[in-house]
């Protein structure tokens, strides 16, 4: 399958959001969990940018990809939580998470004002949440999918880095994450591909919105 896939635009705040209307697939997640490896994975291009370090994305960035005749749509790679940078000082360190909190609710916010009759913005296509396969139920993966949940976007949980379980890790933390998440949890691997075609599945399974 054809992908054309190129960076469009970082937002730091809801200003810096793009506004044309084109649907999107956010990915969300721990800082490391392997986001921005993700995108590069399904888009077999190194267009997003990656570390063994967390806290590697700072700002909201979005991709414009095209996937064989599907219409084009954003990948758009969020800053991770739960990452606070080994700073000197507490106040650096509070004025990064705060800075995160603002553009995630920024970009989570506008749903409220550009949608219909719903609370899922016109545009959105869904949220896709990446938890570590290795870590099943971090306390943090566990809040971020409660809150999405509640959010009213679609959502879809989805673990990463795959390869670094063993089998029988496999087995156990597949069923661990299929009870934590509420159904199956699709495992995937950058590093093998292992998942990826099933991961554009079920991208292409996110509700389209009926309005443009
Ligand atoms: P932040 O930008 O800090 O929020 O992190 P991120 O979620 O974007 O993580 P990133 O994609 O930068 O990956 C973090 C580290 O995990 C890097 O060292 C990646 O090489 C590694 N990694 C990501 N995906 C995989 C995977 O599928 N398998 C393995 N073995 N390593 C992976
Ligand atoms: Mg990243």
Not at 85 to 111: I, K
Request: aromatic content about 8%; proline content about 6%.
């Amino acid at each position: 399958m054809h992908i054309l896939a190129e960076f469009v635009t970082s937002a730091a705040d809801a200003s810096g959001l793009p506004r044309d209307g084109l649907p999107e697939v956010a990915l969300v997640g721990r800082s490391n969990v392997g986001k921005s490896t993700l995108i590069n994975g399904l888009v077999r291009q190194r267009i997003a940018r990656t570390s063994a370090e967390p806290g590697k994305t700072r700002l909201a960035n979005f991709y414009r990809v095209r996937r064989g005749t599907a219409p084009p749509m954003y990948l758009v790679d969020l800053p991770g939580y739960g990452y606070a940078r080994r700073a000197s000082g507490t106040e650096e360190r509070g004025a990064a998470a705060q800075a995160f909190a603002r553009l995630t609710e920024a970009y989570f916010s506008r749903g409220q004002t550009m949608g219909t009759d719903h609370r899922t913005p016109a545009k959105a296509l869904g949220v896709i949440l990446l938890v570590d396969s290795r870590h099943p139920g971090l306390d943090s993966d566990v809040d971020a999918w409660t809150w999405l949940k509640s959010s009213g976007w679609p959502c879809r949980v989805v673990g990463t880095k795959a390869d670094k379980l063993s089998r029988a890790e496999y087995v156990k933390h597949a069923r661990q994450l299929e009870s934590l998440f509420d159904g199956p949890v699709p495992l995937v691997s950058a590093a093998t591909g292992e998942g990826l075609e099933d991961l554009w599945k079920t991208i292409a399974s996110l509700p389209r919105p009926t309005a443009a």
